[in-house]
């Protein structure tokens, strides 16, 4: 863990440290447009540090939830409807099948939004311009629901599969830390769903055609049920 935190924490402090040096050496300007590139660098590495901290603490069980009873299905509805603009500006589809139903679970709501901003964000990465997202709810079990997050993307192959929950891991190799995120998005979905007593999933290929290897990937959290208000 502290080799991969040095090494992913050494690319934006030498994209500091480079753009410093060369306004120190007067090759680089001190204007607008590379204050702005250090704000993005610092922001960067802000948001890293942030992650892992919260990662660490998941980890070691010590991350403290504010459950509430809370009516997961107005949750998602919220989650989705803001992220439409993103989607729009993508040519993304973003859509909801909510069924309308309350379903009450002990959440805590500000963790769960960040669950379910980092799974549509990560489909919006993956999901080309005319594709979809369908957020949905599977039918529900005795004691349990499942959310489903299903994109039309690339999918992911069987020898990323395994590991897509790993730690820095990204599946995709020329994605960058500024275009891709850190690689950790998909880490802090696992822990903090678990640290609600559920679980997540993964499935890819899901969709298939004539000519076209199997494509698409859906993301499955399943949560413990509470008794309704």
Not at 26 to 54: F, H, K, S, Y
Not at 74 to 79: I, T
Not at 115 to 125: C, E, G
Not at 173 to 185: A, C, E, F
């Amino acid at each position: 863990l502290m080799a991969d935190v040095a090494h992913e924490l050494r690319t934006p402090l030498t994209a500091i440290q480079g753009t410093l040096e060369g306004m120190q050496d007067g090759v680089l300007p001190m204007d607008a447009e590379q204050l702005e590139a250090l704000v993005a660098e610092t922001n960067l590495l802000n948001r890293l540090i942030g992650d892992l901290r919260l990662l660490s603490l998941a980890e070691a069980r010590q991350l403290k939830l504010e459950k509430v009873k809370i009516d997961l299905a107005r949750l998602v509805g919220e989650v989705v409807e803001r992220s439409q603009t993103i989607a729009a500006a993508k040519k993304i589809t973003v859509l909801l099948n909510n069924q309308a139903d309350q379903k009450i679970l002990m959440l805590d709501p500000q963790r769960f939004t960040q669950v379910l901003n980092n799974l549509i964000h990560n489909a919006l990465q993956y999901t080309p311009q005319g594709g979809e997202i369908i957020i949905e709810f599977m039918p529900i079990q005795s004691s349990s629901i499942t959310i489903s997050v299903t994109d039309t993307g690339s999918g992911i192959s069987a020898a990323d599969l395994p590991h897509v929950f790993d730690r820095f891991y990204r599946a995709d190799k020329s994605r960058t830390r500024m275009s891709g995120g850190s690689g950790l998005g998909l880490a802090i979905v696992k822990e903090l769903v678990e640290a609600h007593g559920g679980e997540v999933s993964v499935q890819s290929p899901v969709f298939s055609e004539p000519g076209r290897e199997g494509y698409g990937s859906r993301f499955l959290i399943s949560l413990p049920l509470v008794e309704p208000l």
